[in-house]
């Protein structure tokens, strides 16, 4: 089975910053994109920010310039630097990762649980 597991998640008044961590578990063959993705309250889910396993990185227009992804494979784990925190950046945060567990299988989406980040106004 694998899991992938959120921290760092909290309360931030705005202009902080916070650092979001995803760490995957279980048997894993090779990870390919990781991203994260966010929820609030009545709207649909929406990228934040993706990174490919060639470390290209792709954000959401409205965090352009404000956060940064990373990766660390070896690790498989993914990063979220968020800066200069606004109240509509308040929602649950999600990590993703594409990968396969062993050689040959199809690459499947795996979510983490999410983590709760709360701007307030």
């Known amino acids: 089975q694998v899991q992938l597991v959120e921290s760092g998640g909290g309360l931030v008044q705005p202009g902080g910053s916070l650092r979001l961590s995803c760490a995957a578990s279980?048997?894993?063959?090779?990870?390919?994109?990781m991203g994260w993705y966010r929820q609030a309250p009545g709207k649909q889910r929406e990228l934040v920010a993706t990174v490919t396993r060639e470390s290209s990185t792709n954000y959401g227009d409205s965090v352009k310039g404000r956060f940064t992804i990373s990766r660390d494979t070896a690790k498989k784990a993914v990063y979220l630097q968020m800066n200069n925190l606004k109240p509509e950046d308040t929602a649950v945060y999600y990590c993703?990762?594409?990968?396969?567990?062993?050689?040959?299988?199809?690459?499947?989406?795996?979510w983490g649980q999410g983590t709760q980040v709360t701007v307030p106004t």
């Open positions: 993703k990762m594409a990968l396969t567990r062993n050689w040959g299988q199809a690459t499947s989406d795996y």
């Open positions: 279980g048997l894993i063959y090779r990870i390919y994109d």
